[in-house]
């Protein structure tokens, strides 16, 4: 098959247990092998939705990013909740964005790019 970029996402297996003291273990979860374009077409049309809707609040911009990264983007391999439950807060939203710019652009993250050179 055809080497078609790929992207992932780092989740914690294991929150309640890191929230007692635990070592977090990361489950990567990977975009599927195919996107259909349509998805980087409704990724632009996302970003700038979020970008100019001044009149939606932020909690609706964050929920529209985490629905269209687990739904459209990895394909239902993960859910919102995941994103929100399992995904380390500082820098989350950004991990999100760069989702987005991935799809839209095909941009890679360099943890993405290592890890596939280690083939994780």
């Not at 409704?42 to 687990?70: Q, R, Y």
């Amino acid at each position: 098959m055809a080497n078609l970029k790929r992207n992932m996402l780092e989740l914690i297996k294991n929150p309640e247990r890191v929230a007692k003291g635990d070592e977090p273990e990361i489950e990567k979860v990977w975009t599927p092998s195919f996107i259909p374009l349509r998805v980087a077409r409704d990724a632009i049309e996302l970003w700038h939705e979020i970008d100019t809707g001044s009149d939606m609040s932020e909690g609706d911009k964050f929920d529209k990013l985490a629905d269209f990264v687990a739904n459209d983007i990895y394909g239902g391999k993960i859910t919102s909740d995941d994103i929100y439950n399992r995904l380390h807060a500082p820098g989350g939203k950004n991990v999100l964005n760069q989702q987005i710019i991935f799809v839209a652009q095909g941009q890679q993250s360099d943890e993405t790019k290592n890890s596939l050179a280690r083939k994780d």
